[in-house]
């Protein structure tokens, strides 16, 4: 059992052997690891500068379900919040042991139709993943209905994160990626235009190179050492 927070109440996640063995050099984050991972994430979130953010970070566990059982199955997973209110989703994704994020921005931009919202793909390895993008689509249009009764606008599609030097750390750094993004939330949306409809690929270093606190203060090795990339590419699908 792993505590997840330090003062009290303490909490604890449980690992079974075959999880506890996935963080062995070399091995791929199981589900579970990748949950506390975020769990943990989100509870050092909510004691920083940035806790005002309106998130939802979902389990590894829900794309699976949406993807082979379709919308009805996740109808209830968020009935308790109406995510057209919040200013980012997280949505992580597990495709042929490969670990990458989708973050949902401003949907509330559906409700308003004054610009486009944003989908932010966090993938290590920069691959596009047009078909889950198209997925997630689907998933907010389908949300849009049941909750408002509208029809989905226009998206506007981007890549970004830092890159692994292998094929076995997309879990850490999709951790990573996710972290930077929300620390960055302000600086990243800053370069999409204001009308929606285009996006500045080059971005000062001064803004997009942002290092892990951790190898600030220690001089560890981590992976959030590798920078925000500033290789960005959009699409705005219409």
């Known amino acids: 059992m792993v505590p997840t927070r330090a003062g009290p109440p303490l909490r604890y996640w449980i690992f079974l052997v075959q999880d506890l063995q996935r963080f062995e050099p070399g091995e791929y984050f199981s589900d579970e690891i990748i949950n506390f991972g975020l769990a943990l994430w989100y509870e050092r979130h909510l004691s920083s500068c940035r806790r005002s953010m309106k998130l939802l970070a979902l389990s590894t566990f829900f ?22 209110t919040l200013d980012l989703i997280i949505i992580p994704v597990n495709k042929d042991n490969h670990w990458f994020a989708f973050a949902i921005c401003h949907l509330a931009a559906c409700l308003g139709n004054e610009r486009p919202f944003y989908i932010l793909g966090l993938d290590s390895l920069a691959w596009g993943h047009a078909k889950i993008r198209d997925e997630i689509r689907d ?19 981007i890549s970004l994160g830092a890159i692994q030097p292998n094929y076995v750390d997309c879990g850490p750094y999709m951790l ?11 600086i990243v949306l800053s370069h999409i235009n204001s009308d929606g409809t285009s996006f500045s690929p080059e971005l000062g270093d001064e803004d997009m190179e942002v290092r892990c606190s951790c190898r600030e203060k220690t001089g560890t090795s981590h992976p959030g050492t590798a920078l925000f990339t500033t290789r960005l590419l959009a699409y705005l699908l219409v």
Request: net charge positive; hydrophobic share 45%.
């Open 63 to 84: 794309w699976d379900t949406y993807v082979k059982n379709g919308y009805t199955k996740v109808s209830k997973w968020n009935s308790h919040i109406d995510v057209f």
């Open 139 to 157: 998933w907010i249009a389908a949300e849009l209905m049941a909750r408002h009764s509208r029809l989905i606008d226009s998206a506007m599609i």
């Open 176 to 186: 990573h990626n996710i972290d930077r993004l929300v620390r960055s939330f302000d």
